[in-house]
């Protein structure tokens, strides 16, 4: 019988000694090596609390917008901040002022607009967010401001009806508190979500 060489059975108990220490590693800590898989869009839609963001989304034909593999932080307004938002501006946007909205009655242009006044690029922990203000530049490029602390991260427009952002004047006629992240760094693979409690008006 031939028996392996020296260097080949200490390799076979180094393999083994990894092999054995994987096992042993706590599940936490293998779990927390695993990237999430999931598209932005694709966590948006396992979520229930974004499915009026993402009909924006739809309406606008940004999907694939938020399947793209270019790292970016999304402001997603909750079902719930939809309450406070002007229903008549809305109903422009999507064509539904009237009963029988279609698809090509949506003001994609606009609509647009008001969703990429949610996106900045490149993926902004909550961490990252906090201290005195500081303005991002959105992907519709106007700008919008941020303070955080412990508590609370808030972001609002610094500058309604003056910022060039393709919408109009949207961001001085609607009365809006700054928006508040109530649940943040909702990891996905090409980016991170912050869920916010109002629609942030360019």
């Not at 955080?148 to 427009?157: C, D, K, L, R, Y």
Request: cysteine-free.
């Amino acid at each position: 019988m031939i028996r392996p060489s020296m260097p080949r059975r200490g390799f076979m108990m180094i393999g083994g000694l990894a092999a054995a220490g994987s096992l042993a590693a706590p599940g936490v800590l293998r779990a927390q090596s695993v990237p999430p898989t999931a598209t932005l869009a694709d966590t948006m839609a396992a979520d229930s609390r974004f499915s009026r963001f993402l009909d924006l989304i739809t309406r606008a034909g940004m999907v694939e917008d938020f399947r793209s593999a270019q790292p970016l932080t999304v402001f997603a307004p909750t079902d719930a901040a939809f309450a406070g938002a002007p229903a008549n501006l809305l109903q422009q946007l999507l064509g539904t002022s009237s009963a029988g909205g279609s698809q090509e009655s949506v003001d994609r242009q606009r609509l647009g607009a008001l969703i990429n006044y949610h996106i900045v690029p490149g993926a902004f922990r909550a961490s990252e967010l906090m201290g005195t203000e500081r303005r991002l530049r959105t992907r519709n490029g106007a700008d919008i401001s941020i303070t955080g602390t412990a508590e609370s991260v808030q972001i609002s427009n610094p500058a309604p009806a003056q910022q060039i952002a393709g919408f109009g004047a949207a961001g001085a006629n609607v009365n809006s508190q700054p928006a508040r992240v109530v649940s943040p760094n909702i990891v996905a693979s090409n980016g991170v979500i912050h869920a916010v409690d109002q629609l942030m008006w360019p």
